[in-house]
């Protein structure tokens, strides 16, 4: 049970802070309520200004949210991943999260003008078209809309698409993927992608348009579009080597 906080050389509202972010992170699950700020300041006999410095420090770090009306709930984290080049599959796993896909298309159909370019296909030319939602931890993340050059990969939506299509590339037809070049900008969600995603049509999305290469063969063309609020991009900014004479 609760036992109301001692007076001591760290503060009340961090004593509280830290009872709060073990509810957070190893009791509670994203989407759960938090205990009501009644309750704290019954359960640990503290003010309520104590009790709204502690919450108010987890919302601004991203751990709880309040929404008017309804109370304080315990925040889905968002993904961090660093910028570099690796699958969904392989990313989600390093950074300790469990992924699953959902196919929605594998067909071949006729490549967009923008896609044939892409991969230096002639226009009206047939490519493969994969569409996926992408999930961690069973929250949808992402929706990736692919196109792959059927030529260098024969037969490549028959095979498993759940997993890792870079590893399936790499494994089944010698064509690792070793670089891409990619543009990212925010958009707002259009009605197909929001629904995928669990988000209002026009919420903001991290929208990515990849082209990857095995080589200096592009071999996928592809733009995802990830939710906002579960994804978030990390990158290193270093200064280029400057020559001098």
Not at 18 to 24: G, N, P
Not at 203 to 222: G, K, M, N, Q
Request: glycine share 6%.
């Amino acid at each position: 049970m609760p036992a109301p906080l001692r007076d001591s050389a760290v503060p009340k509202h961090e004593q509280l802070r830290a009872i709060l972010m073990q509810k957070c992170t190893r009791e509670l699950q994203p989407g759960d309520l938090m205990t009501s700020e009644r309750n704290l300041m019954q359960d640990y006999g503290v003010s309520r200004i104590t009790v709204r410095e502690a919450i108010g420090q987890l919302v601004n770090e991203g751990y709880l949210v309040r929404v008017r009306g309804k109370g304080t709930f315990v925040a889905h984290r968002p993904v961090q991943s660093r910028l570099h080049l690796a699958s969904f599959t392989e990313e989600m796993r390093a950074l300790g999260h469990q992924p699953t896909t959902l196919v929605l298309v594998a067909e071949e159909g006729e490549a967009p003008e923008a896609t044939a370019r892409a991969l230096r296909l002639p226009q009206g030319a047939r490519a493969y078209h994969v569409r996926r939602l992408r999930l961690a931890d069973d929250e949808p993340v992402s929706v990736d809309d692919a196109w792959l050059n059927p030529e260098l990969l024969p037969g490549l939506i028959s095979h498993d698409l759940t997993g890792s299509i870079y590893r399936t590339t790499a494994d089944r037809y010698g064509r690792p993927i070793e670089r891409a070049v990619q543009t990212v900008d925010a958009r707002g969600a259009e009605a197909g992608v929001a629904a995928l995603l669990g988000v209002k049509k026009g919420a903001p999305v991290l929208h990515f348009d990849r082209v990857s290469f095995s080589s200096e063969v592009p071999i996928e063309h592809t733009h995802s579009w990830y939710r906002a609020d579960r994804y978030q991009v990390q990158m290193e900014v270093g200064q280029r080597a400057q020559v001098t004479a």
